[in-house]
């Protein structure tokens, strides 16, 4: 099916299943430990032997030697693979560095070897017997001192490193008011709940993944070209994935050193990563270095926005695009942005939750604020003078929907905002200071074409194949939904098989593009299924109605079953898209707004009220919609705070690479959160005039929390984390 024109009045807006609350269906099934993770399928294919990695002890170099003669001597060992005894690897198109390393180092943890044993402690205690000498090589671990070097990198994902529209620096130059600040944002990890892990098995040449991996074709194509076998020789299942935030896009080093572990072991091999290896060995989001310059009239009207921005990474590797919703979010006719990028030796940085937006907001929306500051106008004031209704670089190209303002003016009225006094440092309870912050919310809208398969079976029940994950998300409930709509029966009568090769290629977990564009190909398979069975039962396809398990037209009324009565009733359809993406601008809006108390003692920041209020779309399922929201206010809480990893500028590794090093916000650190959803559907995006929300949940909210710090002590920081070091030389005076 192709989606080219603006959707019109379809069977998903009547609305019976889809946008109702409805408790995830899986959720039995995780509730009480049957939902097997990848890890856990002992049921998939038994004798299962134990892999461990051992990761460089380098940044940089090479090895030059291994000593395996302990390790191969040591109880249980059933094979040992290094690059040497590996053979010729390819490596994937999603993947920067080799994940096999060897001779040559590119990062520090790289993957140098798998130790295949009878059990996971054996495999460990023989992987500690590994002897590697290295040559190291001095690296580059530092972006702050790398900044002259950094190169105007290629278009990445289809996203120009640079933009100009009007005369940025002669509007600057002239402008009544101005401002020019640096920000920085550290290096963050995704430190998702479950790690990264795979068991492989082969039968002959081909080869079975089950895994924890978002994305399933792109996984099964760079298998295949690291392993140098066809690609229809891989199978990946990856059903039940516990959290990925952009880590497990791609295949990683578990998978294919488990496929190397279980060949040469000639058995499956089963991996997970420790989290030292999370942090060092798999991707994690790049630090950025960012300059804001703004002008405005003394009105408060923007005439100048740039936005610098300045990343690393390996070589061949991408920016982080922290620069692009700048270039959509506010108006003023004179607009300038660029990213740089310089080559740095710190393991892969790639995508995480919102990458690009959830770093750039973090310092665009303290630079709005400080604007406001410097205008003497109330920040959500200042934020709704400045809208725009179209693209502000492309005017000729509408938003398809904005709701910015309306997200702005709805949050200030529940949060209270006209009580705030404007003044920051003033508003005390008890020994806090208490402030209040805010900050817009953006994400653009991606749509990505995406297939499914319905079957109708004799017993009346719809059954969907189709390799979405769902990476905690809700994709088994949602598309349960769509399929109940659009076919009129029960949830209860859905069945839902998700994350499997076999399985139509669907558009993944990633981009906040899951939701509405998998939900989108079940959409279109089910209207294919729609005609096959009014035509079996002898009714007009165009007229049928089906409700309550019965198909009607033409003054007849049957059940559904009845079409599945000699055999299931199969339709496979991919829902492809036209150019209404580029006709409109397809973005989705919020605002974040929040309360902290600061101790004036001690700088100890307390958040005590977070708000997010949404304008995404048509919202297929609020409560999993409401559920992945509060989650990304909470890891933006976490960026605000107390993320950080660090980086050893010496030997080229994150210091802080387990949970008890890198800090991330538990129950205590957010007691309350609210979320609001404006009621929105889009017909540019697709059928289900949905978009996502999942991303947009945790754009903006650094910032409101680091304006909310502010407010409370009047003390800027614009190096994130804020954490009490930056604010207790420089607390008011205690009388």
Not at 190 to 215: F, Y
Not at 433 to 459: I, M, W, Y
Not at 471 to 478: K, Q
Not at 665 to 671: K, M, R, S, T
């Amino acid at each position: 099916m192709k989606f080219d024109t603006p959707a019109t009045e379809n069977p998903i807006d009547q609305l019976k299943v889809v946008g109702k609350p409805t408790s995830r269906i899986e959720g039995p099934l995780k509730t009480s430990g049957t939902a097997p993770y990848a890890y856990e399928r002992h049921d998939a294919v038994p004798n299962q032997a134990y892999g461990f990695i051992v990761g460089s002890a380098i940044a940089k170099g090479r090895i030059a030697s291994i000593d395996l003669a302990e390790a191969k001597a040591a109880p249980g060992v059933l094979a040992i693979v290094t690059a040497a005894s590996a053979g010729t690897l390819g490596k994937g198109d999603f993947n920067t560095a080799r994940l096999l390393g060897g001779p040559e180092i590119q990062h520090y943890h790289q993957a140098i070897a798998i130790v295949v044993a009878e059990s996971f402690e054996q495999a460990r205690a023989a992987a500690g017997l590994v002897r590697v000498r290295y040559t190291r090589d001095k690296g580059n671990f530092d972006l702050a001192s790398s900044l002259d070097g950094a190169i105007k990198p290629p278009a990445f994902f289809g996203t120009e490193p640079d933009s100009s529209f009007g005369d940025f620096d002669a509007a600057f130059a002239s402008a009544p008011v101005k401002l020019d600040e640096h920000y920085t944002t550290p290096d963050h990890s995704h430190a998702m709940m479950e790690p990264h892990a795979s068991i492989a098995s082969w039968d002959g040449d081909k080869l079975t993944l089950w895994t924890s991996n978002q994305m399933i074709a792109w996984s099964v194509g760079d298998v295949a070209k690291t392993l140098g076998i066809p690609r229809e020789n891989v199978r990946l299942v990856s059903p039940y994935i516990g959290g990925g935030f952009g880590g497990k896009l791609f295949v990683r080093a578990d998978a294919i050193l488990a496929a190397l572990g279980a060949k040469a072991a000639g058995r499956p091999v089963k991996v997970a990563l420790p989290r030292p290896l999370i942090a060092n060995n798999t991707t994690h989001r790049p630090a950025t270095i960012q300059r804001i310059r703004l002008g405005a009239t003394p009105d408060g009207k923007l005439t100048s926005i740039g936005h610098e921005s300045w990343s690393g990474d390996l070589k061949g590797g991408g920016p982080e695009t922290a620069v692009g919703q700048t270039r959509l979010l506010y108006a003023a006719p004179h607009r300038m942005t660029a990213m740089r990028l310089a080559v740095l030796d710190l393991p892969e940085g790639n995508a995480m939750r919102a990458p690009g937006e959830a770093p750039g907001l973090m310092a665009l929306e303290i630079a709005i604020d400080e604007m406001a500051e410097k205008l003497g106008m109330d920040p959500v004031a200042f934020r709704i003078l400045n809208d725009t209704q179209v693209d502000p670089e492309k005017p000729e190209r509408k938003f398809s929907q904005r709701q910015l303002n309306e997200c702005l003016r709805i949050g200030a009225d529940k949060f209270g905002w006209a009580s705030r006094n404007p003044k920051p440092g003033l508003t005390r309870d008890g020994r806090w200071l208490v402030g209040t912050g805010v900050a817009a919310a953006f994400r653009n809208n991606l749509n990505e074409k995406s297939a499914a398969r319905v079957r109708l079976d004799r017993a009346g029940r719809v059954i969907v194949e189709t390799d979405m994950t769902d990476i905690g998300t809700g994709s088994y409930t949602i598309i349960a939904q769509t399929a109940a709509e659009m076919l009129g029966v029960p949830l209860d009568r859905v069945e839902v098989r998700l994350g499997d090769s076999l399985f139509p290629v669907s558009a993944g977990s990633g981009g906040q593009w899951g939701a509405n564009s998998s939900t989108a190909g079940v959409y279109a398979a089910c209207a294919k299924l729609r005609t096959a069975i009014a035509q079996k039962l002898g009714l007009d396809p165009a007229k049928a109605a089906f409700a309550n398990g019965k198909v009607s037209a033409g003054g007849k009324s049957i059940a559904l079953a009845r079409a599945a009565a000699d055999g299931e009733v199969v339709a496979e359809d991919m829902m492809e898209y036209g150019d209404l993406a580029q006709t409109f601008q397809q973005s989705t809006f919020g605002a974040h707004f929040v309360e902290a108390a600061v101790d004036a003692a001690t700088g100890e920041i307390r958040l005590r009220r977070m708000l997010a209020v949404c304008a995404a779309g048509r919202i297929l399922n609020p409560k999993a919609a409401r559920s992945q929201v509060i989650g990304a206010m909470t890891m933006g809480a976490g960026a605000a705070l107390m993320e950080e990893l660090a980086v050893d500028k010496r030997f080229g590794f994150f210091v802080n690479h387990d949970l008890a090093g890198y800090e991330v916000p538990v129950h205590a650190d957010i007691p309350s959160q609210d979320v609001i959803f404006l009621d929105e559907v889009d017909p540019t995006t697709s059928p289900m005039k949905a978009k996502g929300v999942g991303e947009l949940g945790i754009c903006g909210v650094a910032a409101a929390v680091a304006n909310a710090v502010y407010h409370a002590t009047g003390i800027r920081v614009r190096n994130y984390p804020v954490t009490l070091d930056k604010l207790i030389d420089r607390l008011p005076a205690i009388a």
